[in-house]
């Protein structure tokens, strides 16, 4: 698996959702560029984090760690 398969699972949840990255990083408690940076694979994404967007997208973790 590869960031940007992560960050590919997150943008389509997260669109699934019909939510914004600007809702979803106020729900998260993050900003609107930390959410594109971890979409498009430019940065890491700490476990903490990983559980609050799963929690706001009311899915399992696992989802967000399948390969394409």
Not at 13 to 25: D, F, G, N, V
């Amino acid at each position: 698996m590869e960031y940007n398969d992560f960050g590919a699972n997150l943008a389509r949840k997260r669109t699934e959702a019909k939510l914004s990255a600007y809702e979803l990083s106020l729900r998260i408690g993050k900003n609107t560029t930390y959410i594109h940076k971890v979409e498009s694979g430019k940065i890491n994404i700490g476990l903490k984090a990983i559980l609050k967007i799963c929690e706001v997208l009311n899915i399992d973790p696992a989802e967000l760690f399948k390969s394409k």
